[in-house]
């Protein structure tokens, strides 16, 4: 009697644990999808302080990825002059300004507490890395400058200045989060003035919806499309017995690269990890 194949939750697990939805991003979008589908018309008054808050996140968001890039020296100054995680400030005010436009304290009190809770785990873990890195050049960038909230001002670091790249923000797809936002502010302009509550809300879901859909198909089919071709290479090597779980010598988990890689080319986010790296130093002659 032959062993009874994968059951219809099997396949279901299997893509959601390969789609990589349940994470981080995928909370979001999730979290985006019930604010859209919750929201209530927002005042003229409320939608115009809205939009000051979300093009100030996403500038900063700009700002930052515009002077990041995988290097191994740690990045103290521009943005990182002011707190040490950028990005995370621009989100929050981006998330408070969509917080502001739903309007529903039913959906706004739950969310804060969850994204309180959240980015504090996701900073702490990110931070013990930076640690092991860095040691105490990031010890001395910590008790220097605050993590998210740049009550301090400018610190000085004692770090080299970086210059901010335009290209590099556009190499990072930080468009992707600043077209975001406008879409947000735009339909939630129309929302104010013009849409009916139930199409507005209806439309809104529907559309996450098929953002998390077509998001979660597209890394389904990298992360196979990989495992099928590190099946084919053991198959293809005598003396490999299994398949490999690294990439190469490196050590480095062949999924987990490919989750890191499919996030900064997917969404443009980029975790602070990331973010805490200087560019290159230019080459020098006679080096």
């Known amino acids: 009697m032959e062993p009874a194949g994968p059951s219809f939750i ?5 893509w959601v644990n390969d789609s990589h939805l349940v994470s981080r991003t995928g909370a979001g979008l ?7 589908a919750t929201a209530v018309p927002p005042t003229a008054g409320v939608w115009g302080l809205a939009a000051l808050l979300a093009v100030a996140g996403a500038a900063i968001r700009f700002w930052s990825a515009g002077v990041i890039s995988k290097n191994r020296e740690l990045a103290t100054t521009g943005p990182y002059a002011y707190v040490r995680n950028p990005l995370y400030t621009g989100s929050l005010l981006v998330a408070v300004a969509f917080l502001m436009l739903n309007g529903n304290p039913w959906f706004v009190v739950p969310m804060v507490i969850g994204a309180v809770v959240l980015y504090y ?11 092991e890195m860095f040691g105490e050049a990031f010890e001395h960038f910590r008790a220097t400058v605050p993590a998210i909230i740049p009550w301090k001002g400018r610190c000085d670091t004692g770090g080299s200045e970086v210059t901010y790249s335009f290209e590099r923000s556009l190499f990072n797809k930080e468009y992707n989060g600043a077209l975001a936002t406008l879409a947000m502010l735009i339909g939630f302009y129309l929302y104010a003035f013009w849409i009916p509550e139930g199409v ?3 439309v809104g879901g529907v559309a996450v919806l098929i953002v998390l859909g077509v998001r979660g198909y597209r890394r389904v089919g990298n992360v196979r499309g990989t495992r099928v071709a590190n099946t084919s290479r053991v198959g293809s090597d005598p003396t490999q017995t299994s398949e490999p779980d690294t990439i190469g010598d490196t050590g480095l988990d062949t999924y987990e690269v490919l989750s890191a890689i499919e996030t900064i080319e997917d969404t443009g986010e980029i975790d602070e990890d990331e973010v805490s790296i200087a560019p290159p130093k230019p080459a020098v002659a006679g080096d």
């Open 121 to 131: 785990r996701t900073v702490a873990s990110e931070e013990a890395v930076l640690r």
């Open 10 to 14: 099997d396949h279901i697990t299997r």
């Open 200 to 202: 507005f809300r209806w």
């Open 30 to 36: 999730a979290a985006v999808g019930i604010g859209l």
